[in-house]
T-cell receptor, first 112, second 116 residues
Framework: GESVGLHLPTLSVQEGDNSIINCAYSNSASDYFIWYKQESGKGPQFIIDIRSNMDKRQGQRVTVLLNKTVKHLSLQIAATQPGDSAVYFCAENKSGANNLFFGTGTRLTVIP | DTGVSQDPRHKITKRGQNVTFRCDPISEHNRLYWYRQTLGQGPEFLTYFQNEAQLEKSRLLSDRFSAERPKGSFSTLEIQRTEQGDSAMYLC??????????????FGDGTRLSIL
């Protein structure tokens, strides 16, 4: 079946350090992946996306890596700040499908 | 702010009552989605519109749920005869739809429904 899962439910990092949040997916037909950040009481906020024809994409302080061989996705946040504390979700989209499949999320806590 | 807007932000109602939520998507987005999120879980897809046409419904969307997007702009989600299990955050998202390739879905801040 299809599943999007995260290796770690919680992650604590010191302010200024880099964070890496991992995600495994099982559907080899998925060709589009998104990372969202969700703060308490708010909806998921788009961070960065990547298509399956790429293995790396960079944004402002964030990098997403896609390893299709092992069906693994990661989000790297550089110089983590207290404002980065939130739950992070990866989501996948099968080719031709309209909906996103989400995992259960990783809670990132930044220690000042 | 021209993001996705949802109303109300919170709804508390008694079991058995009907509730209706509204979503205003980003103005140029032709695709609109409804998701449900329970505590500690990721959002789960409910239904999808392209313009005014409802093109896909999840098995989660029971007969008590109905969604509309009459003019291809705002959408409403109605739950009839609410049950305890309907308590959740109801999220709306919108995106631009192209024939080739996906575009990111942008979410509103949701309507939190509590059934007493």
């Amino acid at each position: 079946g299809e599943s999007v899962g995260l290796h770690l439910p919680t992650l604590s990092v010191q302010e200024g350090d880099n964070s890496i949040i991992n995600c495994a997916y099982s559907n080899s037909a998925s060709d589009y992946f998104i990372w969202y950040k969700q703060e308490s009481g708010k909806g998921p906020q788009f961070i960065i996306d990547i298509r399956s024809n790429m293995d790396k994409r960079q944004g402002q302080r964030v990098t997403v890596l896609l390893n299709k061989t092992v069906k693994h996705l990661s989000l790297q946040i550089a110089a983590t700040q207290p404002g980065d504390s939130a739950v992070y979700f990866c989501a996948e989209n099968k080719s031709g499908a309209n909906n996103l499949f989400f995992g259960t999320g990783t809670r990132l806590t930044v220690i000042p | 702010d021209t993001g996705v807007s949802q109303d109300p932000r919170h709804k508390i109602t008694k079991r058995g009552q009907n509730v209706t939520f509204r979503c205003d998507p980003i103005s140029e987005h032709n695709r609109l989605y409804w998701y449900r999120q329970t505590l500690g879980q990721g959002p789960e897809f409910l239904t999808y519109f392209q313009n005014e046409a409802q093109l896909e419904k999840s098995r989660l969307l029971s007969d008590r749920f109905s969604a509309e997007r009459p003019k291809g702009s705002f959408s409403t989600l109605e739950i009839q005869r609410t049950e305890q299990g309907d308590s959740a955050m109801y999220l709306c998202a919108s995106s631009l739809g192209f024939r080739d390739g996906n575009q990111p879905q942008h979410f509103g801040d949701g309507t939190r429904l509590s059934i007493l």
